[in-house]
């Protein structure tokens, strides 16, 4: 009869170290190493290169969004999206868009600021001519200009395409800001620190899918306001 107790209570001991070992494999402790840099997207650009290159980190919290990983892949963008991932395997939607808003908080705030040197090393030559221009006539007026993005509320790839290997993706931002523009007294001339803004920009990222440097650059700027 002891026997028999003892082979249930082994029985039971082996069932729960079996239950325990389960939970514990079954879970994320959040300290698993994650694959570094799946989407190239945060690697230095080299030295000169006028290239984006769109962070994931440090961005303006926003609310969820929809994935762009689960877009409809019989679309005509679809297709190209899923034409670009077959020849660039280091490109995933769903990273690019994170890594987008970073990007897009990066030049915003360097455009206000005037701070040419950061613009050179994330945007195209024709772009940083407009922007630069714009930063020339502010600073002749003796005007400073400060802008906060308080929230992207939404950021989608609404056009894409592909040609002769290079890449192209256009992407929407719909961002609320505080944009406020100074004359040199400190008065305030344009805009309320006090109030926010709903802002559209479509905003456009090339690569040439074959290139070792991962980066993309900001070829263009819309705005849909």
Known sequence: MGGGLDLILLALLAGFIILRLVSVLGRRTGNERRQ???????????????????????????????SASSFDRETPLGKVLSRIMMADHSFDPDSFLDGASGAYSMVTTAFAEGDRETLRSLISPD????????????????????????DVLKHEITDAKLENGT???????????????????????????????TVTDVW???RQVKAR?????????????
Do not use: C, H, Y
Request: hydrophobic letters at 35%.
């Open 213 to 225: 440097d991962p980066n993309w650059t900001l070829v263009a700027t819309d705005s849909n306001d």
């Open 167 to 197: 890449a192209e993706v256009t992407v929407m931002f719909k961002v609320e800001l505080i944009s406020v523009v100074r004359d040199s007294e400190g008065r305030i001339i344009e805009g309320n620190p006090s109030d926010t803004e």
């Open 204 to 206: 456009t990222f090339a």
């Open 36 to 66: 570094e840099n799946p989407a190239g997207l945060e690697r230095a650009p080299a030295p000169d290169a006028k290239t984006v290159d769109l962070p994931g980190r440090d961005r303006v919290q926003s609310a969820p969004q929809p």
């Open 127 to 150: 772009v940083l001519r407009d922007f630069e221009s714009a930063i020339a006539e502010r600073e002749a007026a003796n005007q400073t200009m400060q802008t906060t993005i308080v």
